[in-house]
């Protein structure tokens, strides 16, 4: 099994920055994809972005290109999410997870395997 860990949730102003951190442990495979994905109350859990292990392309949902920015660290199974110029409405749960092989374009929920137990991110205004 795969356990994911997020962290780096919490409180942060309109405009300001914010990053989450997602560990992974537990059985590993060769390849991989890592996405993050949102959920706001009342609302569909939403892709934002994600990374290919392997290789390290990387695909973002349009709405946070330019804000968000994924990335990982090999050595420490680590990926993170790097979120500027937030906004009240990326008040959301956020959570990562991971596929059980590379897949190069990963925007689905279905196409995830593990996942973490969710961070809260709140954006005041």
């Known amino acids: 099994q795969v356990q994911l860990v997020e962290s780096g949730g919490g409180l942060v102003q309109a405009g300001g920055s914010l990053r989450l951190s997602c560990a992974a442990s537990g059985r590993t495979f060769s390849s991989y994809t890592m996405g993050w994905f949102r959920q706001a109350p009342g609302k569909e859990r939403k892709f934002l972005a994600a990374?290919?292990?392997?290789?390290?392309?990387?695909n973002y949902a349009d709405f946070v290109k330019g804000r968000f920015t994924i990335s990982g660290d090999n050595a420490k199974n680590t990926v993170y999410l790097q979120m500027n110029s937030v906004k009240p409405e990326d008040t959301a749960v956020y959570y990562c997870?991971?596929?059980?092989?590379?897949?190069?374009?990963?925007?689905?929920?279905?196409?995830?395997?593990?996942w973490g137990q969710g961070t809260q991110v709140t954006v005041s205004s």
């Open positions: 990374i290919t292990w392997s290789g390290g392309s990387t």
């Open positions: 997870a991971r596929t059980s092989r590379a897949i190069r374009i990963a925007t689905m929920t279905w196409q995830y395997d593990y």
